[in-house]
């Protein structure tokens, strides 16, 4: 692997981070790292073969503050955490996974992170609504703007994937993404954890950040709509400066609004959720792949290390997470 593939690494991690609950986890470079009440344990295997483990204490501030538990702001809380914990984590398997190269600095790494948030706005944010103003008569249309530039949104995320999903490294990434799935999904049937069984169970798991995403990507149709609503009602006129403007400080609200709608997909089965969970399970036919054994066996540990003494307290009982990496 060349460090170039690591800022796109870092921007494919922003989009698809999502706050996680119970046991969850992301994908990192020859890696997992596998989140618990109270810690996260990543488990990285070096070009030796040999895995390396680092376990970490975490309490969120949705635990602690009463203000930060609140409907729409333990989303935000929560995914600020997530990203924090994994560009940490994704930095730890870089210097596991490529020793021969130079771990970055502090300050690369914050202009590293830079770069990967102003390559997710630049294509996801800024590109739909500048070709929906020029292509399209319709800027005035608070409703059929967003939901061109919305399409224009998810089109352009679908062909990221697609294109990036062409890498071996990131093909590599995708396989480990559905490793952390199948050792979740066994853990979460109360079958024995181990290689045999998690191969059993599918890549794709309907609490995924992929899914959570898609989520977003909806809201963020209906909010941003409601927001030029009010824009014009107020000046008459909207441009695409003043669109940047309202909408990118709204992304964390949005994001908040896409956590709760996860969270209740999770507990209900009706027609409405079940459609609304169908579009995040066909993109994790690009976000995951069947992992080997030797990928599964680090999710495992990563699972194992994370939960430490409390593990064989753990295992064996059914659970319903309600989001996972």
Same mark, same amino acid.
């Given at each position: 692997m060349a460090?170039?593939?690591?800022?796109?690494? &870092?921007? +494919?991690?922003? =989009?698809?981070?999502?706050?996680?609950? +119970? /046991?969850?986890?992301?994908?990192?470079?020859?890696?997992?790292?596998?989140?618990? #009440?109270? %810690?996260y344990a990543t488990a990285v295997r070096d070009p030796n073969g040999e895995i390396h483990i680092q376990k970490k204490d975490f309490i969120s501030i949705t635990e602690t503050s009463s203000f930060w538990k609140r409907p729409i702001f333990r989303g935000i809380a929560s995914l600020y955490e997530s990203m924090k914990m994994g560009m940490r984590t994704l930095n730890y398997s870089a210097d596991i996974a490529m020793p021969e190269e130079e771990p970055q600095s502090k300050?690369?790494?914050?202009?590293?992170?830079?770069? !990967? *948030?102003? $390559? !997710?706005?630049? +294509?996801?944010?800024? !590109?739909?609504?500048?070709?929906t103003t020029t292509i399209m008569d319709i800027e005035k249309d608070a409703l059929w703007f967003n939901l /061109?530039?919305?399409l224009f949104r998810i089109l352009f995320f679908i062909v990221y994937l697609l294109l990036i999903s062409l890498l071996n490294d990131v093909k590599r990434l995708f396989q480990y993404h559905g490793a952390e799935h199948r050792v979740v999904y066994n853990f979460e049937s109360g079958k024995d954890v181990n290689i045999k069984n998690a191969q059993s169970f599918p890549t794709q798991h309907p609490r995924c950040g992929t899914s959570f995403l898609f989520i977003v990507l909806l809201?963020? =149709?209906l909010v941003f709509a409601f927001v030029d609503t009010l824009i014009i009602s107020a000046l008459g006129t909207i441009s695409l400066p003043l669109r @940047?403007?309202?909408?990118?400080?709204? *992304? #964390? *609200?949005? %994001?908040? *609004?896409?956590?709760? +709608?996860? &969270?209740? %997909? %999770?507990?209900?089965?009706? $027609?409405?959720?079940? @459609? @609304?969970?169908?579009p995040g399970l066909w993109l994790q036919n690009i976000t995951t792949k069947n992992p080997e054994d030797e990928m599964v066996e680090v999710s495992i540990k990563a699972l194992e290390e994370a939960f430490g003494d409390q593990y064989e307290h753990m295992v064996g009982r059914e659970y319903t997470a309600e989001a996972i990496g």
């Open positions: 460090r170039a593939y690591f800022f796109m690494k &870092k921007s +494919l991690l922003i =989009i698809t981070m999502k706050p996680s609950i +119970l /046991v969850g986890g992301q994908a990192v470079i020859e890696g997992v790292m596998m989140r618990v #009440p109270g %810690s300050t690369g790494e914050f202009f590293s992170t830079l770069f !990967a *948030i102003a $390559l !997710a706005i630049s +294509l996801f944010m800024i !590109a739909p609504m500048w070709i /061109v530039s919305g809201s963020a =149709i @940047l403007l309202f909408h990118l400080p709204l *992304i #964390p *609200i949005v %994001s908040g *609004i896409g956590y709760e +709608l996860i &969270k209740l %997909s %999770s507990r209900k089965d009706s $027609l409405f959720f079940t @459609l @609304l969970k169908k």
